[in-house]
């Protein structure tokens, strides 16, 4: 790297207020991949190629010192027209990518390690997946559609009104604050896994975008996300996309755009080294995630293709994108994996970029013109008879910009040939910094449950947004063990912006949309039922419990009823009405952020919880810990 160039890069990480990056000899911070109960792999690149160091702690097996494998990362690259245009002509060259994957681990244990390069140091705190059969809790967040790139800042999306889509409005917020907030409450929230349901960046074959990426990544208020919290990513449309300035999709230059996706990216080979990573499964706790690469449907221009302008596997001068439909590699792959996840998993997701029912652009049938698009999620479609024969409990998709949630009912086959009823779960995710989009006139989805932009309404004061909107968000999902078995929460959290009168931001806060899924799993009788005995309302135990944070309440229904959740002090004085309207039967939710009716944060004790549902009273108690 040039003196000058090199200065322009660590001047830019000054501006972010990150001084330690400044005197690094690390060109990406180490970040964490492919987690396992007894494995993790620590990634980092640098200007040098002299291998770098990991020590870890507790240390596991005989040495408390790993060298990385160090290699020369050629496809990260800048391209032509970005050497011309930002660099003089004289770009950074190609950084060397490192890799130590340390074996030997304990599942579900906490371990602090130090990576040493050249003369700098970084340090991170991980825990390893807990091991099949445990009963520990185990929390996921996903997101999607971050597109993150230098020019997102200063840049704001539309933001058009549910009940005005001819008035012109933007959010409030640039995208990059919005995704560096959304990335604020995630750390806060300390998951086990992040996972990224595709458009990481705006253009894959931009290395700037990618310097972007991990620039958030790295550097969340100082803390680095990715040294704590391990990454799993899908490759979605944007990561084959080489942007405005390259031929778009065309190859090969496609395929060096997602080849710099697949330098950042370690993902588990599953003992199929065919699908190079675009597509892997991860079994995390009691949860089985499938990764698809769903960016390319064949053949070309059909009414089975997710991507017009993309040629992919077996397709006459096409890449690798691998296809997904029946008669693909992926596809045989799939069924694989599913038949086993049944089995083994008490909740299976599959996350992958393009959703497959939705009401944004992508929700048109695949085509060109008025009504259709090139870039359709309909075409994944034909993978949803083989998600309820195996009856996946979601898919996590993104691709539409909108927080959109479906439902589809099927049949699950069940390993001794039983049929029973089954939902399938289908979300888009996203919506992590980037656009925050309206449905399409005359586009309608049959299956929708829930779309932000229609069910959760402004409500603005002299001015001031005080409540409701579509705003950056993420997925969080708690998997707790219950008596019977597991409970999967899903919970739509978005970051709501304090924003006064004049426009200017004053903070934000997490909060969540009214639609939170309580998935069900007993254990016991895993090819039963995974709705578990319905027979009473029940208030389950509050988890987790003490907190300090927000708690969850879970209950169930045994039929339609009202039901009222107070939270009262150990007095008897009531705190916080958290609801209070008629429910379906079966398993719900609702989380208490531990602040009362005027939004003040409730002070250290105990707090009893109650349920009246019906004829039944309920209550529970819960530890507030500030
Ligand atoms: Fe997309």
């Known amino acids: 790297m040039t003196r000058s160039a090199l200065c322009a890069m660590l001047c830019f990480a000054c501006l972010l207020g990150a001084d330690r990056i400044a005197a690094d000899d690390f060109r990406v911070l180490p970040y964490l991949q492919n987690p396992a109960p007894e494995a993790m792999t620590i990634l980092w690149f640098s200007d040098s190629d002299a291998p770098g160091s990991v020590e870890i702690s507790p240390t596991p097996g005989q040495s408390s010192e790993r060298v990385s494998t160090a290699t020369l990362a050629e496809s990260l690259a800048y391209p032509a027209w970005e050497v011309s245009t930002y660099f003089d002509g004289t770009p950074p060259p190609p950084p ?18 130090r990576v040493q390069q050249g003369e700098s140091a970084h340090e991170g705190i991980f825990t390893t997946a807990p091991a099949r059969g445990t009963s520990d809790p185990i929390r996921l967040i996903f997101f999607a559609d971050s597109e993150t790139e230098p020019e997102s800042t200063g840049k704001h999306t539309k933001w058009l009104r549910a009940t005005d889509l001819q008035t012109p409005r933007t959010y409030p917020l640039d995208q990059t604050t919005g995704l560096a907030n959304n990335l604020q409450i995630i750390l806060e929230r300390d998951p086990d896994l992040l996972g990224i349901a595709g458009d ?14 991990w620039r958030h990544m790295t550097d969340v208020g100082g803390v680095n996300l990715a040294a704590r919290v391990p990454l799993i990513a899908a490759p979605g449309n944007h990561e084959y996309y080489q942007g405005p300035r390259m031929a778009g999709y065309d190859q090969p230059g496609s395929e060096r755009s997602i080849s710099r996706w697949l330098s950042y990216f370690e993902n588990p080979s599953n003992d199929d080294p065919s699908a190079e990573g675009r597509y892997y499964r991860l079994d995390y706790g009691p949860v089985t995630l499938i990764c698809l690469d769903v960016s390319n449907g064949i053949p070309n221009r059909s009414a089975h293709d997710t991507n017009f302008f993309l040629l992919g596997d077996d397709e006459s001068g096409g890449g690798h994108s691998p296809g997904f439909g029946e008669g693909s590699r992926q596809h045989a792959w799939l069924r694989r994996q599913l038949a086993d996840s049944q089995r083994t998993s008490a909740f299976t997701f599959v996350f992958f970029h393009h959703v497959p029912y939705s009401v944004g652009p992508h929700g048109w049938p695949a085509g060109n013109g008025s009504g259709r698009d090139p870039q359709s999620g309909v075409p994944v479609r034909a993978l949803t008879p083989m998600f309820h024969e195996f009856g996946v409990d979601a898919l996590i998709a993104g691709h539409d910009e909108m927080w959109e949630r479906s439902t589809l009912e099927g049949e699950e086959v069940l390993t001794d040939g039983r049929r029973r009823p089954h939902t399938l779960q289908v979300l888009d995710v996203g919506i992590a910094g980037d656009g925050l989009r309206e449905p399409e006139p005359g586009l ?6 829930y779309l932000v932009h229609t069910d959760v309404p402004e409500v603005w004061s002299d001015g001031v947004l005080m409540s409701g909107g579509k705003h950056y968000g993420h997925l969080e999902i708690d998997v707790l063990p219950t008596e019977a078995g597991w409970q999967a929460i899903l919970k739509p959290v978005h970051v709501f912006p304090f924003v006064d009168a004049q426009g200017n931001l004053q903070g934000f806060e997490r909060r969540l949309y009214d639609d939170i899924i309580a998935l069900g799993h007993v254990a016991t009788a895993i090819n039963e039922s995974k709705t578990g005995d319905a027979g009473t309302h029940q208030l389950q135990l509050p988890y987790p419990n003490p907190f300090n944070d927000t708690v969850l309440v879970r209950f169930q229904l045994a039929s339609l009823e009202t039901v009222r959740i107070e939270i ?6 009531l705190v916080r009405e958290l609801l209070d309207r008629p429910l379906a039967g079966g398993l719900h939710t609702v989380e208490w952020n531990g602040r009362d009716g005027d939004g003040e944060a409730a002070a250290s004790g105990i707090y009893l919880i109650s349920m009246h549902a019906g004829a039944t009273r309920e209550t529970v108690e819960a530890l507030l810990v500030r």
């Open 200 to 213: 990481l960046v705006e253009s894959g074959g931009e290395q700037r975008d990618w310097d972007e990426f």
């Open 444 to 449: 309608t989805n049959p299956h929708q449950q």
């Open 568 to 573: 009262r002090d150990n007095r008897g004085a």
């Open 96 to 113: 060397i990518q490192h890799r130590v994957r340390i074996d030997g681990l304990a599942p579900a244990t906490e371990y602090h390690f």
